[in-house]
């Protein structure tokens, strides 16, 4: 960066709280600051006592309509962004906007579009990529010195400033974003965040994210501000060399390499360890160096190290991470909800909407999706990829197999077995181009029956007690109990016993069959088969 540029006295910092302040006193030093805008008049007049020969103004139109100024640096709240971006950039100024460069991609788009149009400059105050240590280790990857990119940690922890207008993801967060995509050169395909809410129950006070690269690199991301003391480490293991860069600790130790290998012997991994190497940099106030490079972008109009288009990149991972972190917490007070009253097991990537009710010992197995108004009962298993609901009613003990979709309108009483990709329908005539969700028409399938894999079970049935459809069977009509159903369509061929095995009944007339495992008694008769034993659901 040129050291020794023609500054122009033509700056306004808007916003002057918490890193505001440190935007005036370098602005200042530089001999760039015009005015200081802060909608505080006393905070106004005590920086121009304490910066002799500044303009101090209350008003943004006024700066806006200033043509002394022709650069603004923006410190204000982060929802406040999009709008003084935006009508600075209409007034003819370039702008300099802390991160986050807004709150909203859609409105990130638009300044940027904004920003060419009328060829004004934007850059986003990602504070680390004017940092010696950073800008090293970017040349230090690009060179190969650390061989392939494995993982890359980082963790910026601290004890408060607490914030209620955002959560520490949003504070914290985006620097690191913004070094880890800048370091790899890719966005990732993949984001997952988890956070904690200690202080306040909405506002995040903890968060981890994991982001997955398409190179296969993995980078997590551990940010608080409810931490015993200040750390803000950066970690990159490549397999030729490890770097550190310790952002807390003094400049002739903020950057190590670590030459550690790892060595194979009978197949197993052995770590060998080195001693850390010392990274030279020069030492320079990072914050100096970013308003620098602002003011030089100014005279050059070259585009900015963190434009726009980086910054739009940021926001979307940020937003990725939030939409993220409120999915997690939202399946954890659903689940925290449900273990008030009941305990089961749902796996993590199920997903349990409001207003749903879940029987004590059931199972929900990878991805399995209960939507609102369903209500499962107790010793369930629910496995892999099922959907139920909404408003669906599902009995006791029941087993519902992979890939099955029971819909609204269907009912599944105790003990009932649906076998893996077996069809429920609810509509006799679906149309896309003309919704039928009124004609709904309702299934029963009744105590202890069986739909086997691949079968199809058209609305509108009744499914008699432990009756058995065969695998792939296509039912258009009532099943009686106790009935062996095959085909399609299908057609009873017998009868299956309560405990699940063909009985020796006449196909019609009238007949006794007792059980051998269980010595149920059965009677056929007038076409209709009933159990003696008392214990059986009639």
Known sequence: MPQHIEIKKNISVIGTGYWGKNLVRNFHSLGALHTVCDINPATVQDFCDKYPGIEGQTSFEEILNNPEIAGVAIATPAETHFLLAQKAILAGKDVYVEKPLCLSENEGRQLNELAEEYKRILMIGHLLWYHPAVLKLKDLIHHGELGRIQYIYSNRLNLGKLRREENVLWSFAPHDISVILGLLGEMPE????????????????????????????????????????????????GDKKMAVFNDTAPWSEKLLLFPHTVEWTDNIPVANKAEAITVPLEEDEPLRAECLHFLECMRSRRTPRTDGEEGLRVLHVLNSCQASLEQERQRALHTAEHLETNKFFAHETAVLEDNVTIGEGTKLWHFSHLLPGTSIGKQCTVGQNVSLGPNVSIGNNCKIQNNVSVYEG?????????????????????????????????????????????????????????????????????????????????????????????????????????????????????????????????
């Open 410 to 538: 269907i009912t599944l009483e105790d003990n009932v077995f649906c076998g893996p990709s077996m069809v429920f329908t609810n509509v006799y005539n679906p149309r896309c181009e003309f919704p039928r969700k009124k004609q709904l028409h309702k299934t029963l399938v009744q105590h202890g029956a069986t739909l086997g894999a691949n079968c199809t079970i058209i609305c509108g049935v009744t499914i008699g007690k432990y009756a058995f459809i065969g695998a792939g069977a296509v039912v258009t009509g009532d099943v009686p109990d106790f009935a062996l159903m095959v085909g399609n369509p299908a057609r009873q061929i017998g009868w299956m016993s309560r405990y699940g095995e063909r009985m020796s009944l006449p196909p019609t007339g009238d007949g006794e069959y007792k059980c051998p495992h269980t010595e149920d008694v059965y009677i056929l008769k007038n076409g209709k088969v009933s159990c003696k034993n008392a214990n059986v659901q009639r």
């Open 190 to 237: 993949a984001v997952r965040a988890q956070g904690s809410n200690f202080l306040h129950q909405n506002i995040a006070d903890t968060t981890v994210t994991l982001l997955s690269f398409p190179s296969g690199v993995k980078a997590h991301i551990f940010v608080s501000w409810l931490h015993p003391f200040k750390e803000q480490k950066l970690i990159v293991v």
